[in-house]
């Protein structure tokens, strides 16, 4: 049948698994054991043929070129095939489909889930055999069981109905490491898993083993990794990040904002911690220094330093300009504070005040100077009933000497742990 | 510098105490209706002369579970999840429907369990064991996972009434001495056949499972495998500890006093008029907190297991229509379990019994899939067994099969 170009013809992995492989003269050579495959295309390509020789204990390889027709039944190989078997050998950019595949754990970035590989459905086209589908379903099970059409039949006879297919397609699918020692196989043509959700990438490392949660999150760019970080249970932080090279988290924590960064690293060792610390770069390290400086579970531990403060003689004119100049994103805009020389806070003002007063207004006439602020010293439970009594989405943060040292916003305090509240 | 040692030491203690918890629960669970029942019948019928079977029992405890808890710090997957994916799906669906026959058989006796417990308080099974059963379904799926295991933790602590209700029976301790350190090795049917019924009862297939689930749940780190470890040893010796004051009490009491135990409330109403109303009143509570305990946690294990094997979606934190399987099989566990035993005039005993002769054909079984897992150098990698520790651990293999293979001759002869 393969002898007609045209035809397309679908087949499942477990229908092929096992066939008798048979040479052109139609002699019996051994079992096929598995299939490889080079992942790259949209639709991977089967390579090599494994077989399992009779009276050899060790697998051989064959190159799908040998193939000559390839049925339900049987895999007959061209003349002269016997003598080009070679010793099977693994590739970066290859895997084997019952090995690596079959029986493993996958992700599955259309759904963003992490399942379980039942069956394998492949295409002939063009005297090519591709991987096109994984099958997660019931039927994959049945049919590896040797029981589909028999349930069918049942199910058929009996409620008019039949098992529904879980197909998934294979370019939303990322194979993991079946062997904990050996890396992640990349299905390069999609690289889907960066595109998803942050909190849906960390929800499927969270499901993962320890060898995979650590290749997954080696894979992400500096930015997802920063944000899966966050959205992760803090429980899983410090087994991955002792698994990935220092200089690579330093750089990911500095992706994030600096109170992020400090909640995460306050939970780590001692050692750790500081070691991180010194790889970063310098501005972000004195941030983090100066926040890790607080107790945890105070209102210094989560305040950011990403606030605008200006002088009380500061015009409207110059604050627009200034708030025009402030290019790190800040957290919130809600609000700007105003200071004394020394930095004390004396009062707030909104943006609708920019936007509307005169612009030769100074912000000391204009400010609000009836402030609800938290010590550096409070608890978070503290903290968090001021914001509930107040409903304000953020709240200044003063030292002993009314100096202002940064600010918490309502998802920081939203965000912090629910046992130090 | 001592300021310093004890403060190390410390630290130790407060990671220990972190990472403890699985070996320690798994181990009390363990100590269920089924296994109340063998203990008190090994002490009424024997005395005190097979306490020393414990002693080997405690030692394949040990190594048995060690291996479980070692797998999932490693592998970071669960024993259902290895087994899929080490020997396909064919295996895999045998193995768990053997599973799920044997540990359905250790559920309908942990409401047997209830309801024979709470007999001893009059009250009817029929109230018991419907109460007894929605009670434990919604403790783990209306209940956080946390608060939950918080439960569990604190519901070890009962334990300490088997203790106490030995104490108050008042022992002979030179005789319990003697019969540790120059144990009779007479071994006759009827002794054979409880020796394995302690085995039996002591290494259960369910545990194994659910011990390396909890180690994987507990995201335990390589570097930190030593507490585990210890956590293990630990909970092994609490269960025997437990196991052998139950034997200890029904021996200085039931023994002597010539009464045959048929069943675990048998033994609490026996020991009413020896030592007491206190002594019956707590065995009750014992037996009733030790059959809750197991009920919760054996249809959760069991439906983890099966829908970890066979990639379904698991979790109490999951909506039932995002876990179908997961709820249907955890629920299907309780309530028809339950609903056997409400059958009327079924016999509590034989139910019990059935169950263990169950878990000692499927133990070897799961032991054998360990030990080829666990040597398998590709996923232990310089953590597979090394060659002394498999000849042991293959020796206690091979003793529970003899054990098993004659345990169920002898029940059929």
Same mark, same amino acid.
């Given at each position: 049948?393969?002898?007609?170009?045209?035809?397309?013809?679908?087949?499942?992995?477990?229908?092929?698994?096992?066939?008798?492989?048979?040479?052109?003269e139609?002699?019996?050579?051994?079992?096929?054991?598995?299939?490889?495959?080079?992942?790259?295309?949209?639709?991977?390509?089967?390579?090599?043929?494994?077989?399992?020789?009779?009276?050899?204990?060790?697998?051989?390889?064959?190159?799908?070129?040998?193939?000559?027709?390839?049925?339900?039944?049987?895999?007959?190989?061209?003349?002269?095939?016997?003598?080009?078997f070679?010793?099977?050998?693994?590739?970066?950019?290859?895997?084997?489909?019952?090995?690596?595949?079959?029986?493993?754990?996958?992700?599955?970035?259309?759904?963003?889930?992490?399942?379980?590989?039942?069956? %394998?459905?492949?295409?002939?086209?063009?005297?090519?055999?591709?991987?096109v589908?994984?099958?997660?379903?019931?039927?994959?099970?049945?049919?590896?069981?040797?029981?589909?059409?028999?349930?069918?039949?049942?199910?058929?006879?009996?409620?008019a109905?039949?098992?529904?297919?879980?197909?998934?397609?294979?370019?939303?699918?990322?194979?993991?490491?079946?062997?904990?020692?050996?890396?992640?196989?990349?299905?390069?043509?999609?690289?889907?898993?960066?595109?998803?959700?942050?909190?849906?990438?960390?929800? %499927?490392?969270?499901?993962?083993?320890?060898?995979?949660?650590?290749?997954?999150?080696?894979m992400?760019?500096?930015?997802?990794?920063?944000?899966t970080?966050?959205?992760?249970?803090?429980?899983?932080?410090?087994?991955?990040?002792?698994?990935?090279?220092?200089?690579?988290?330093?750089?990911?924590?500095?992706?994030?904002?600096?109170?992020?960064?400090?909640?995460?690293?306050?939970?780590?060792?001692?050692?750790?911690?500081?070691?991180?610390?010194?790889?970063?770069?310098?501005?972000?390290?004195?941030?983090?220094?100066?926040?890790?400086?607080?107790?945890?579970?105070?209102?210094?531990?989560?305040m950011?330093?990403?606030?605008?403060?200006?002088?009380?003689?500061?015009?409207?004119?110059?604050?627009?300009?200034?708030?025009?100049?402030?290019?790190?994103?800040?957290?919130?805009?809600?609000?700007?504070?105003?200071?004394?020389?020394?930095?004390?806070?004396?009062?707030?003002?909104?943006?609708?005040?920019?936007?509307?007063?005169?612009?030769?207004?100074?912000?000391?006439?204009?400010?609000?100077?009836?402030?609800?602020?938290?010590?550096?010293?409070?608890?978070?439970?503290?903290?968090?009933?001021l914001?509930?009594?107040?409903?304000?989405?953020?709240?200044?943060?003063?030292?002993?000497?009314n100096?202002?040292?940064?600010? %918490?916003?309502?998802?920081?305090?939203?965000?912090?742990?629910?046992?130090?509240? | 510098?001592?300021?310093?040692?004890?403060?190390?030491?410390?630290?130790?203690?407060?990671?220990?105490?972190?990472?403890?918890?699985?070996?320690?629960?798994?181990?009390?669970?363990?100590?269920d209706?089924?296994?109340?029942?063998?203990?008190?019948?090994a002490?009424?019928?024997?005395?005190?002369?097979?306490?020393?079977?414990?002693?080997?029992?405690?030692?394949?405890?040990?190594i048995?579970?060690?291996?479980?808890?070692r797998?999932?710090?490693?592998?970071?997957?669960?024993?259902?999840?290895?087994?899929?994916?080490?020997?396909?799906?064919?295996?895999?669906?045998?193995?768990?429907?053997?599973?799920?026959?044997?540990?359905?058989?250790?559920?309908?006796?942990?409401?047997?369990?209830?309801?024979?417990?709470?007999?001893?308080?009059?009250?009817?099974?029929?109230?018991?064991?419907?109460?007894?059963?929605?009670?434990?379904?919604?403790?783990?799926?209306?209940?956080?996972?946390?608060?939950?295991?918080?439960i569990?933790?604190?519901?070890?602590?009962?334990?300490?009434?088997?203790?106490?209700?030995?104490?108050?029976?008042?022992?002979?301790?030179?005789?319990?001495?003697?019969?540790?350190?120059?144990?009779?090795?007479?071994?006759?049917?009827?002794?054979?056949?409880?020796?394995?019924?302690?085995?039996?009862?002591?290494?259960?297939?369910?545990?194994?499972?659910?011990?390396?689930?909890?180690?994987?749940?507990?995201?335990i780190?390589?570097?930190?495998?030593?507490?585990?470890?210890?956590?293990?040893?630990?909970?092994?010796?609490?269960?025997?500890?437990?196991?052998?004051?139950?034997?200890?009490?029904?021996?200085?009491?039931?023994?002597?006093?010539?009464?045959?135990?048929?069943?675990?409330?048998?033994?609490?109403?026996?020991?009413?008029?020896?030592?007491?109303?206190?002594?019956?009143?707590?065995?009750?509570f014992?037996?009733?907190?030790?059959?809750?305990?197991?009920?919760?946690?054996?249809?959760?294990?069991?439906?983890?297991?099966?829908?970890?094997?066979?990639?379904?979606?698991?979790?109490v934190?999951?909506?039932?229509?995002?876990?179908?399987?997961?709820y249907?099989?955890?629920s299907?566990?309780?309530?028809?379990?339950?609903?056997?035993?409400?059958?009327?005039?079924?016999?509590?005993?034989?139910?019990?019994?059935i169950?263990?002769?169950?878990?000692?054909?499927?133990?070897?079984?799961?032991?054998?899939?360990?030990?080829?897992?666990?040597n398998?150098?590709?996923?232990?990698?310089?953590?597979?067994?090394?060659?002394?520790?498999?000849?042991?651990?293959?020796?206690?293999?091979?003793?529970?099969?003899?054990?098993?293979?004659?345990?169920?001759?002898?029940?059929?002869?």
């Open positions: 049948m393969m002898q007609e170009p045209d035809l397309k013809m679908f087949l499942f992995f477990s229908e092929l698994y096992g066939r008798p492989v048979v040479d052109s139609g002699r019996t050579v051994g079992k096929l054991a598995d299939l490889k495959v080079l992942l790259g295309e949209l639709f991977p390509r089967v390579t090599t043929l494994v077989v399992k020789k009779r009276h050899e204990k060790k697998l051989a390889a064959l190159s799908w070129n040998d193939v000559e027709s390839l049925n339900g039944r049987l895999v007959s190989l061209k003349p002269g095939a016997e003598s080009r070679t010793p099977l050998d693994v590739g970066n950019e290859e895997i084997l489909l019952r090995e690596d595949l079959l029986d493993k754990q996958v992700v599955d970035t259309l759904g963003a889930k992490i399942e379980r590989v039942n069956d %394998i459905h492949l295409l002939i086209v063009n005297r090519d055999l591709r991987t589908h994984v099958d997660f379903g019931v039927r994959g099970i049945l049919r590896r069981l040797g029981c589909l059409k028999t349930v069918d039949r049942f199910t058929n006879w009996l409620f109905y039949g098992l529904p297919h879980k197909f998934i397609s294979w370019k939303y699918i990322q194979p993991l490491a079946s062997d904990p020692k050996k890396n992640l196989k990349l299905n390069v043509t999609t690289l889907k898993l960066q595109e998803l959700h942050p909190s849906d990438i960390a929800d %499927i490392i969270e499901e993962l083993d320890k060898a995979n949660r650590s290749s997954v999150f080696k992400l760019d500096l930015e997802t990794a920063a944000e970080l966050q959205e992760m249970d803090p429980k899983l932080h410090l087994s991955l990040i002792e698994t990935t090279p220092e200089e690579k988290i330093s750089d990911i924590l500095e992706e994030m904002e600096p109170d992020e960064a400090t909640d995460i690293l306050a939970d780590l060792p001692e050692e750790k911690k500081q070691r991180l610390i010194r790889t970063m770069e310098k501005p972000y390290r004195q941030t983090v220094e100066e926040l890790l400086k607080f107790e945890e579970g105070t209102a210094g531990s989560i950011t330093k990403d606030f605008i403060a200006l002088h009380r003689d500061t015009t409207i004119a110059a604050a627009i300009e200034e708030f025009r100049q402030t290019t790190h994103p800040l957290e919130t805009v809600a609000y700007l504070y105003v200071t004394d020389e020394e930095k004390h806070l004396l009062g707030v003002i909104t943006i609708r005040h920019l936007l509307l007063c005169d612009k030769q207004e100074v912000l000391g006439r204009l400010m609000n100077p009836h402030l609800i602020k938290a010590d550096c010293d409070d608890d978070l439970a503290t903290v968090a009933e914001f509930a009594k107040y409903k304000f989405i953020e709240l200044p943060v003063v030292d002993k000497e100096t202002l040292q940064g600010i %918490i916003t309502l998802q920081d305090i939203v965000k912090a742990k629910p046992e130090e509240l | 510098m001592k300021g310093f040692d004890l403060r190390r030491r410390w630290k130790g203690f407060v990671l220990f105490i972190a990472v403890a918890g699985p070996g320690i629960i798994t181990s009390n669970v363990d100590n209706a089924g296994g109340i029942a063998t203990y008190s019948m002490g009424s019928h024997f005395g005190y002369q097979l306490l020393w079977s414990l002693i080997p029992i405690m030692v394949a405890l040990v048995i579970q060690e291996m479980s808890a797998m999932g710090v490693i592998t970071g997957k669960g024993l259902s999840d290895l087994i899929r994916e080490r020997f396909g799906v064919k295996v895999t669906v045998y193995v768990l429907v053997g599973v799920v026959l044997t540990n359905f058989g250790n559920v309908i006796a942990e409401f047997a369990g209830i309801a024979s417990s709470l007999e001893i308080f009059h009250l009817s099974k029929y109230v018991s064991v419907p109460i007894g059963a929605v009670l434990v379904w919604l403790l783990v799926v209306k209940g956080t996972y946390r608060s939950v295991e918080k569990f933790l604190y519901a070890c602590l009962f334990y300490v009434t088997y203790i106490i209700s030995g104490f108050l029976s008042r022992p002979d301790w030179g005789e319990i001495g003697k019969s540790l350190v120059r144990p009779e090795f007479d071994l006759s049917s009827g002794r054979l056949g409880m020796i394995i019924g302690l085995v039996g009862t002591t290494i259960a297939p369910w545990m194994q499972f659910y011990l390396q689930a909890s180690v994987v749940e507990k995201n780190m390589t570097k930190n495998y030593k507490l585990s470890r210890l956590d293990v040893i630990a909970g092994s010796i609490v269960v025997t500890v437990v196991a052998g004051f139950i034997v200890l009490t029904c021996g200085a009491t039931l023994f002597k006093a010539g009464i045959l135990v048929e069943t675990a409330a048998d033994a609490a109403l026996a020991l009413k008029p020896l030592a007491g109303k206190y002594c019956s009143a707590l065995f009750a014992g037996l009733l907190n030790a059959s809750l305990f197991a009920a919760s946690i054996l249809p959760l294990s069991t439906a983890f297991l099966v829908c970890e094997g066979m990639g379904w979606e698991t979790g934190n999951k909506k039932f229509s995002e876990a179908p399987q997961f249907g099989l955890y299907f566990l309780i309530f028809l379990g339950a609903g056997i035993i409400l059958l009327p005039n079924i016999p509590l005993f034989s139910v019990m019994y169950s263990q002769i169950i878990n000692g054909i499927v133990l070897p079984a799961i032991l054998v899939f360990m030990l080829l897992l666990i398998n150098k590709k996923l232990m990698g310089e953590y597979a067994n090394k060659r002394a520790y498999n000849a042991i651990s293959w020796a206690t293999v091979a003793i529970l099969c003899i054990l098993t293979i004659a345990y169920v001759v002898s029940l059929i002869t």
